[in-house]
């Protein structure tokens, strides 16, 4: 298959297509962007649903997978066992994109993941497999992108999975170390092969700007959702798409806002364990304000016959970004990857639209010590 059949399959709308490879194809040497830009000009593409979409040099399937709910910030802490029929059923899907990082329980995440793609031989089939590094994990947990940092951090991720990563990032931006170290550290691991893509995750526009002048940035993972929206804003997606750099969406539910059988009735439910009792958006009156925007959303799923979830995936997918929503139960992973046969009509987008614009969540994203790392 083409890469113009494949763009049939992935895209919401041809005018989005025509944008999106109208900057990927200032972004590499072959000529292949411009002849795809060229027939999908001369002809019609009638694209309801969002299947694959563009990474770097390649296309991939969306949404992707997020596993740092296994055993980091939510309260679970699954063993090999437990995860693992979460884990095969995104490799039965073809749910390939997953997404670790060395500070979801000091590498215990990554060797879950590492320890499963070994004992099931399934390298080849699991694309992306991504990590970051940037935390201070196994000392004082603080922030750090020094260079030594990002060089001792791959080799022990390479050992935890025990294969070198797809992509590996800087997980938050030290304001204290020159982007000039740690981008060039970050692009010395990617000549030396111990990584094919590099990113950064949460940086501010500016930083973004000025990384991919220093090397070039595959990737930035950033937050967006249907609840949260606050990088269409501060410039960080427009920065993105400018320098056809792929947004990959964390959080593409809301932290879990969007889903269908939130369990939660107050701020008190959540357990101690859980980031969200101290997020401001999940606490006081913030926390019953917000529930009321789940509402107005899930009553347009209720009305096209969806789930609340595959509507808010679907929506994140038809904006480019590849989401990588997070389950430890893999019948909302067949759930969410369903979200990919969701077709979303101009009429749905504009009303999601209208929704997303007038009822604006209350609350940052993050309690004041996390909200301080983001953004540099």
């Known amino acids: 298959m083409d890469i113009t059949t494949e763009l049939k399959d992935g895209f919401n709308s041809s005018s989005f297509i025509k944008n999106l490879i109208e900057s990927y194809k200032t972004t590499t040497n072959s000529n292949s962007w411009s002849q795809t830009y060229n027939h999908i000009n001369n002809f019609d593409i009638e694209i309801k649903m969002v299947k694959n979409l563009p990474f770097a040099d390649t296309m991939v399937p969306s949404p992707g997978f997020g596993a740092m709910g296994i055993s980091f910030g939510l309260g679970n802490n699954l063993s090999l066992e437990e995860a693992e029929p979460v884990l095969l059923k995104a490799i039965e899907l073809g749910c390939t994109f997953w997404d670790t990082a060395v500070v979801y329980q000091a590498g215990v995440n990554e060797k879950l993941l590492g320890d499963f793609i070994r004992k099931h031989q399934v390298r080849d089939k699991v694309f992306i497999v991504a990590s970051k590094c940037g935390f201070d994990c196994f000392g004082d947990g603080s922030v750090t992108n020094s260079a030594s940092h990002i060089k001792t951090y791959i080799d022990g991720t390479i050992e935890r999975l025990g294969f070198t990563p797809d992509l590996y990032y800087l997980h938050r931006i030290d304001p204290k170390t020159p982007l000039e170290e740690s981008i060039g550290a970050l692009d010395e691991i990617r000549k030396e092969h111990k990584t094919k893509y590099i990113g950064l995750s949460e940086c501010s526009a500016a930083t973004l700007r000025k990384a991919n002048s220093i090397a070039k940035i595959d990737a930035l993972q950033a937050e967006y959702s249907a609840f949260e929206t606050v990088h269409e804003t501060d410039g960080l997606i427009e920065t993105a798409r400018e320098l056809g750099i792929a947004y990959v969406a964390y959080s593409p539910l809301g932290h879990g806002w ?54 808010a995936l679907a929506w994140v997918a038809a904006q480019g970004f590849i989401a990588i929503p997070g389950t430890t139960k893999p019948e909302r992973l067949e759930q969410n990857f369903a979200s990919r046969h969701v077709e979303l009509s101009d009429e749905e987008m504009a009303e999601l639209r209208r929704i997303i614009d007038s009822t604006k969540p209350q609350g940052n994203r993050y309690g004041p010590s996390h909200q301080a790392l983001v953004g540099h």
Request: charged residues 30%; aromatic residues 12%.
């Open 258 to 311: 969007l889903v269908d059988d939130f369990p939660y009735q107050s701020p008190d439910d959540f357990s101690a364990n859980d980031f969200r009792r101290g997020s401001p958006k999940f606490q006081g009156d913030n926390f019953y304000h917000n529930k009321k925007i789940v509402e107005e959303i899930k009553r347009l799923a209720v009305r096209k016959g969806v789930t609340l979830t595959q509507i």
